[in-house]
């Protein structure tokens, strides 16, 4: 049997135009997808905005911009093969060393002839009668297809920061998220950097130092960690090669999407004497990673008290990071528990503020009120300025769904849907929105862990999905009304159980204007959410109507 026949195809008449699957994003998801999906002998069609595949990879091409997941786990463990044969540089993979790695693995394993470049979807609209999807894009062209898979990435769509007078501003403007891909030469210039999160942490020291005078506005101070980044030794990089598989199997079975020791000390922060606390802490300080520190005691996360000691230990080495007393201060977290927001890995971002021509400006003391033409105003000061550089984040998770006009039975818009915060079941579905999945959506871990664990898993059981109502001949497969509202209430307590909302966060939509507040990421860890996706598949998929 050819591979043309292995999948039944129910939905819309097959023609020009039509496929078993459309996938939306040509980043880390939507290049595996498009893998397996070819695996079931499925005609797939991948569409893509950009010029180029690679996704988050491919816009952010800011000054520093690298993974925050250390590059040997933060890869496909589909292929060992590709395994073996990429040879990553560094601990943490800059941007650039992570595209070429996508675009090797678009010509590796021949994807790109089923992917449309520059190709911007505006609509999915599902067809009851022909019980499949018709995808409009920018140009008018539309097409249909049985299954539409939603791989647009959880923090892809840029956040505008609003500011009286931007387009009247006179000298260059930049987005962290949409850099130039020719790079952006500071020299000489003054430039201000509005903005103080992950990408601005990664940006600051690098266009420190070029530029003549750096002033950053911060409203809000973030906790951030050494990254400790350094050239991968290859006699290290052997040793992670053939331990691989067992190191796969810890990651997919940890909290986080990363190995982990089994027997990695846990317990109370509060149990512990101050010096086995300080000690603990130093060593995770030391280690450079994001997660090992969340990981150092089990109730960081549940237990004010025992989160204090965490961000006690951490806002000490900030001050003493930084020569200026008032700076330091203004640099030092109090606003949010220590994790409650994502936590950032920094080369150098706290001794960027002893260089001399280097400002802070606290906007929470003295907010922004406009641009100008040549300078930035506060409340208490006007700052010339040459160039703008807007690290004011995203409209993270739902913002690039609702961007387009999605609609399921009835004519109802995903907008609707999720008026009061996004519902989903196991974050890959929506109730109303038959074959309709969402890769990483919310209501998964997504955010909280290592992302490309969390994308394969989500894409195979997809796959496996697929495969399953081929066999069957099934025409519709849609989350029934009460398995997600189950799913999201458990979401729900999961979050409430922990000090994670207590952030005004973007994991919570508090940065976007209007965006109802809800804790959208699934944080009760990788392994368990992995386990009760295996479980809902093992028992016929569960939740889910089949027609």
């Known amino acids: 049997m050819s591979g043309e026949d292995r999948l039944n195809r129910p939905g819309p008449a097959r023609?020009?135009?039509?496929?078993?699957?459309?996938?939306?994003?040509?980043?880390l998801a939507g290049l595996y997808a498009l893998h397996r999906l070819r695996g079931l002998g499925a005609r797939a069609l991948v569409l893509e905005a950009a010029d180029g595949v690679g996704?988050?990879?491919?816009?952010?091409r800011y000054p520093g911009a690298r993974c925050d997941v250390e590059s040997v786990?933060?890869?496909?463990?589909?292929?060992?093969?590709?395994?073996?044969?990429w040879q990553w540089t560094e601990r943490y993979a800059g941007q650039p060393e992570i595209l070429r790695y996508l675009e090797h693995v678009a010509?590796?394993?021949?994807?790109?002839?089923?992917?449309?470049?520059n190709t911007r979807v505006t609509a999915a609209h599902y067809d009851e009668a022909a019980g499949g999807w018709r995808i409009r894009t920018h140009d008018g062209t539309t097409l249909t297809a049985s299954y539409c898979v939603m791989a647009t990435g959880c923090l892809s769509r840029s956040q505008s920061p609003g500011l009286e007078g931007l387009d009247d501003f006179g000298g260059s403007v930049h987005r962290t998220a949409r850099w130039p891909h020719e790079g952006v030469d500071f020299s000489g210039r003054r430039v201000a950097v509005i903005g103080t999160g992950s990408s601005a942490i990664q940006a600051i020291p690098l266009i420190a130092d070029q530029a003549a005078r750096l002033t950053v506005f911060q409203r809000t101070p973030n906790f951030s960690l050494p990254a400790r980044n350094r050239p991968l030794d290859p006699t290290e990089l052997t040793r992670v090669k053939k331990r691989y598989p067992h190191l796969r199997e810890l990651a997919r079975n940890s909290a986080f999407g990363v190995p982990q020791v089994p027997d990695t000390p846990s317990g109370s922060a509060l149990a512990a004497s101050p010096e086995e606390r300080a000690a603990r802490y130093r060593a995770a300080w030391e280690a450079g990673s994001l997660f090992g520190f969340s990981d150092t005691y089990s109730d960081l996360i549940t237990d004010e008290s025992a989160n204090e000691t965490a961000g006690d230990y951490v806002r000490a080495r900030i001050r003493e990071a930084i020569h200026d007393p008032a700076t330091a201060d203004r640099l030092t977290p109090r606003h949010h528990p220590f994790g409650t927001k994502r936590l950032c890995l920094d080369s150098g971002y706290y001794d960027t503020f002893n260089r001399s021509h280097v400002a802070l400006v606290d906007l929470r003391s003295s907010p922004l009120v406009r641009v100008t033409r040549n300078s930035i105003v506060t409340t208490a000061d006007e700052h010339p300025v040459d160039s703008i550089v807007l690290a004011t984040g995203f409209d993270a998770m739902t913002g690039a769904l609702l961007a387009l006009d999605i609609r399921g039975r009835a004519g109802r818009t995903l907008r609707a849907a999720w008026a009061n915060g996004p519902r989903t079941y196991l974050g890959l579905a929506v109730a109303g929105f038959p074959n309709l999945f969402l890769i990483t959506g919310p209501g998964s871990p997504s955010v909280l862990s290592n992302m490309i664990v969390s994308i394969e898993q989500h894409v195979d059981w997809i796959a496996d999905a697929i495969q399953w109502l081929s066999r069957r001949a099934a025409v519709s497969f849609e989350a029934a009304d009460e398995a997600e509202t189950a799913w999201t209430a458990h979401v729900d307590a999961l979050s409430a159980a922990t000090?994670?909302?207590r952030a005004a966060s973007w994991w919570t939509g508090a940065n976007v204007a209007g965006k109802p507040r809800v804790f959208m990421p699934y944080p009760g860890g990788v392994k368990s959410y992995r386990d009760t996706c295996d479980a809902v598949a093992d028992d016929g998929y569960r939740g889910f109507i089949v027609t």
């Open 15 to 27: 023609g020009a135009g039509a496929y078993d699957v459309i996938v939306v994003g040509a980043g």
């Open 499 to 501: 000090l994670l909302p």
């Open 73 to 85: 786990f933060y890869s496909y463990s589909f292929s060992p093969e590709l395994e073996q044969e």
């Open 107 to 117: 010509d590796r394993f021949d994807l790109r002839r089923d992917i449309r470049l």
């Open 55 to 60: 996704g988050t990879w491919y816009w952010n």
